[in-house]
């Protein structure tokens, strides 16, 4: 944006600015304003970083904004997923585990399935979810999890409508 510089604020096309300046996937949110007769304020909002995924043999950081972004940096808290990605489906499931009582920051791995379903590994379980009612079943663990004798259990299958498989593997 640095040819702006010598450019008469009036003929400044505020929807090429921000065509350009979108294109970079870190990118959530712009705002620009003109401020008369010589100013032109951009503001720029980071995406956050969500999870950590790889395609094509490469590492990327997935963005609240949807967007894949190259890995350069090391960011050790964050989930890998598995699979092949559809990242709107993982968007749709982030949102529902905020919904929950669940702790997405306790996530090391996560699993998506060609079905559309997914499996969440932490540092104590494998929980196993069904495609539908994912914060119902999350708000379940969560309380199943504070039992003396759940602790034990290693595996927590909930896709069988119905039924919670526990398996202490």
């Known amino acids: 944006i640095e040819n702006l510089n010598s450019k008469n604020i009036f003929l400044i096309n505020?929807?090429?600015i921000k065509k350009s300046i979108l294109s970079d996937n870190i990118i959530e949110e712009l705002s620009i304003y003109k401020i008369?007769?010589?100013t032109l304020i951009i503001d720029i909002?980071?995406?956050k970083f969500l999870a950590l995924t790889k395609k094509d043999g490469e590492d990327y950081f997935i963005g609240k904004n949807g967007k894949?972004?190259?890995?350069d940096q090391s960011i050790s808290n964050l989930p890998f997923?598995?699979?092949n990605l559809d990242i709107e489906e993982f968007l749709k499931f982030k949102e529902q585990i905020d919904k929950s009582n669940f702790k997405f920051e306790q996530i090391l791995n996560l699993y998506y399935y060609k079905s559309k379903r997914w499996d969440i590994e932490t540092k104590e379980y494998l929980i196993k979810l069904p495609r539908e009612n994912v914060s119902e079943i999350l708000n379940l663990f969560v309380r199943l999890s504070k039992e003396k004798n759940?602790?034990?259990k290693k595996i927590i299958?909930?896709?069988q409508k119905g039924q919670i498989i526990l398996d202490a593997k």
């Open 81 to 83: 997923i598995f699979g």
């Open 68 to 71: 894949l972004i190259k890995k």
């Open 14 to 16: 505020q929807f090429e």
């Open 157 to 159: 299958d909930f896709r």
């Open 150 to 152: 759940f602790s034990e």
């Open 36 to 38: 008369y007769p010589s």
């Open 45 to 47: 909002k980071k995406t």
